[in-house]
């Protein structure tokens, strides 16, 4: 089969497609022929091996990536099952999370798939899984959003920040929505009630305070972001996309979680929406709103399986819009597998 192979850590040039052998799934997992997948800020910083501090947790590996094949995202169709592997029959197709998800063939976790929405593309399924799941998390687990509430998201045009407008606004928040002016118009569709232009507006200048922000940029210190609080208000730090090579955001959460021994509001960081993490329960969760018509995946640019490293480069630029998908060849793609 052919999979997007990366042998070191380094840019995007790293990333090759080559001929490798199919795998087997072991016991609780499921072989998948892949339809689609999507490229996350996880992606690059396990490309490039950083942070260096996330080395030191065996997550990435130390010397070498830890999985040969990029990519975690994934929407496909199920091909056989492994010893112990039940309710996942031939034919089935699902989204979640699969090590090695760049690739016509994949295995993952039973307990990380779900069922695709019918309604859904197969490339809109392979945008959901991380994003979607990080922005639950973050308006509704961390945040703990109520309809009534400020909310405001920084980075609302990019992967998680479509999904969070959409989940906030779907639990009846007021939603501001911080992104750049080329993509105001999309925030606003998706149920935004203001947009602030990230390059001629501050949010930070405490003349609007916010029950709740979710922040997904990490530009800001926590003490400048306190000051669009409310004095109860809840600071959520989603920093998958934050520099630096040695602690990146590891170090902007570690500094929200030691602003809390200091303030009555609350600083929370984002549990990780990987394979690390319970995720099943969430990714129904999400799949649920979605089936429901509250929420819809966001795709702006789709690119091929042999053209993965631009894809990656594309949202390491950190200017995409919604979620970057790749296509797998011979996968199923196109119009809905049912009616929406």
Partial sequence: MRAVV?????????????DVERPRPGAGQVLLRVC????????WHMMRGDPYAARLT????????????????VAGVVEGAGPGVT?????AEVLGFCPGAFAEFGCASAGLLVPKPPGLTFEQAAAVPMAAVTALRGIRTVGRVESGQRVLVN???????????????????????VCGADKAGLVRSLGAAHVLDRARQDFTDGRTRY??????????PPGRLRRALTPAGVLVANGGGSPGRVF?????TLRVVAANAFTR?????ILPATPAGPAHADLLAVTALIEAGRVVPVVGRTYPLAEAADAVRHVEEGHARGKTVITVPGGVSGSPSGPP
């Avoid at 045009?157 to 007021?174: C, D, K, N, R, S």
């Fill in 6 to 18: 990366q042998e070191r850590f380094g840019p995007p040039e790293v990333l090759r497609l080559q």
């Fill in 211 to 220: 029950d709740v922000i979710l922040d997904n940029v990490g530009n800001r």
């Fill in 155 to 177: 980075g609302a045009g990019g992967g998680v920040g479509t999904f969070a407008v959409q989940i906030a606004a779907a639990l009846g928040a007021e939603v501001t929505a």
């Fill in 58 to 73: 065996g997550g990435m590996g130390f010397r070498r990536p830890r999985h040969r094949v990029a990519g975690i995202d």
């Fill in 248 to 252: 990146g955001a590891i170090g902007s």
């Fill in 36 to 43: 689609a997948s999507s490229v996350n800020p996880y992606d």
């Fill in 265 to 269: 509001q609350r600083l929370g960081p």
């Fill in 87 to 91: 309710g996942l029959a031939p034919g």
